[in-house]
């Protein structure tokens, strides 16, 4: 499994896509494409970033009813992305769709699928009342993990915090992809459950994802590469 940090490319264009990416031309990165660059670019983001020989984490989060996941999951997979995602929330019939359709559609090897389980902005009691669900936060994440592994997914988006109680549950090889990741220095923004690399690395994080920390730097290559660091331990 990939030690690069994901950096989460949060940028409405290809013009300021490009501008951050242009000192990396030496680096092989692994890229997540979100809902505002991709939803604002389509596909031709895709394939600017595939030409730069860079790995992608297509972050859509699916969730709708089976057929419609399982047949735009058929259509992504022909774009090439190395990784992807639904909400758990969608339930195992829609997960089996989703990887049905990436199988369908997949030139090669089929991307990575990942279910979200709960966002890092949600707290535990922003859970219970607005979600309605009455059990703790790691609860829920478990059950959302089993869920998905039961459907035949790859791994989970979850919370530093709850992965070490997925590889409990689930096993190691079960993929824990970690958002939320911020160095000591910096603010958590809109991010309720944070941690640094270094804690992800200890907690058991498969892959971690990077934005603000490594996007908003003055010095964007120096940032990367101090997280890359902590996260491999050296």
């Known amino acids: 499994m990939s030690r690069e940090p994901i950096i989460a ?3 409405p264009t290809w013009e300021k896509t490009e501008r951050f990416l242009k000192p990396f031309e030496n ?13 604002q670019n389509g596909p031709f983001i895709v394939e600017q970033i595939k030409q730069m020989n860079h790995r992608i984490f297509l972050d ?22 190395d990784m992807i995602n639904v909400h758990a929330a969608g339930g195992q019939k829609m997960i089996e769709a989703a990887r049905e359709g990436l199988e369908q559609g997949a030139t090669g090897t089929r991307p990575i699928l990942l279910a979200v389980t709960q966002l890092t902005s949600t707290s535990e009691g922003q859970m219970n009342k607005e979600q309605l669900i ?27 915090h709850e992965a070490a109680a997925i590889s409990e549950a689930c096993g190691t090889e079960f993929l824990k992809v970690t958002p939320g990741i911020r160095m000591k220095e910096d ?25 603000r920390s490594i996007t908003k730097s003055e010095n964007p290559i120096e940032a990367y590469r101090k997280v890359k660091q902590q996260w491999e331990g050296e």
């Open 27 to 39: 680096e092989s990165l692994y890229i997540k494409v979100g809902m505002e660059l991709y939803l």
């Open 9 to 11: 490319l949060d940028f």
């Open 134 to 160: 009455p059990v703790s936060l790691e609860e829920s994440v478990l059950h959302y993990a089993k869920l998905t592994k039961a459907a035949g997914a790859d791994g989970v988006v979850c919370s530093v």
């Open 60 to 81: 859509l989060k699916l969730h709708d009813i089976p057929n419609t996941v399982g047949q735009a999951m058929k259509g992504l997979a022909g774009l090439g992305v």
């Open 187 to 211: 603010d958590a923004n809109d991010q309720q459950r944070v941690a640094d690399p270094a804690l992800a690395r200890t907690l058991g994080s498969s892959m971690i994802v990077v934005g």
